[in-house]
């Protein structure tokens, strides 16, 4: 991932547009569900184009996890954004009072990035043969009485399974992870929490129902490899 792109595509839809993109997300107000334990999104009080460009690389805004899976799950599902629940329910149910946030092709290119990192990239490490998963790393240097600490990051891996037709989304955590001998001392995320991302999809796959396909898929993203994208075919 890029700091420097991301910042560039944040900006290049100005600061109200990435605001309302954000809020389309269900990302800026506080989401409920059974549960009443649950806080407000921490948001700038003002947001200019700083705010923009930190938020675009993952500083500035703070969400619950459930949150932020919401936003993922309608990044890879074609596009639909669906509220939580912890209450069992269909698939028809739950697209009854679904919101399209992106279109169909987007959500593909979506799948069919973080499908490559999961093949190539820095979510390697979660990528279980027989599950086509897709990932995406992040690593944030925590903020320490107002100054970034070098020595000690918040690490996230979100994954989703299969990516050509993915049936889950996982997210993991990790406050101040420590490096170790096969990292080469790194605390980065892909070293953390995407290998525990992959421990839980190995053990948790067949009991959620999620038969193994060791031949990959014919044709997982199709308009990707219409458009020529690297590593589609």
Known sequence: SSNMGSIKMALSVGVEGHKAFLKKMMQLDRMTTELPESASPIVPQRWGEINTATIAFGHGLAVAPIQALAAVGALVNGGYLIKPTFLKRSEEEAKKDAIRVIKPETSEAMRFIMRINGEKGSARFADIPGYFVGGKTGTA?????????????????????????????????????????????????????????????????????????????????????????????
């Not at 993915?166 to 490096?179: H, M, N, Q, S, T």
């Not at 096969?182 to 999809?201: C, D, L, P, R």
């Open 141 to 233: 240097e925590k903020v320490i009485n107002g100054r970034y600490a070098k020595n000690k990051n918040f690490t996230t891996f979100t994954a989703i399974a299969p990516s050509d037709k993915p049936r889950y989304v996982f997210l993991a955590i990790y406050d101040e992870p420590k490096g170790y001998a096969e990292s080469g001392g790194y605390s980065t995320a892909a070293w953390n929490a995407g290998k525990t991302t992959g421990k839980v999809i190995e053990r948790a796959a067949p009991i959620l129902g999620m038969a193994p396909r060791f031949e990959p898929p014919p044709s997982p993203f199709p308009l990707m490899a219409k458009l020529g994208a690297w590593g589609s075919r």
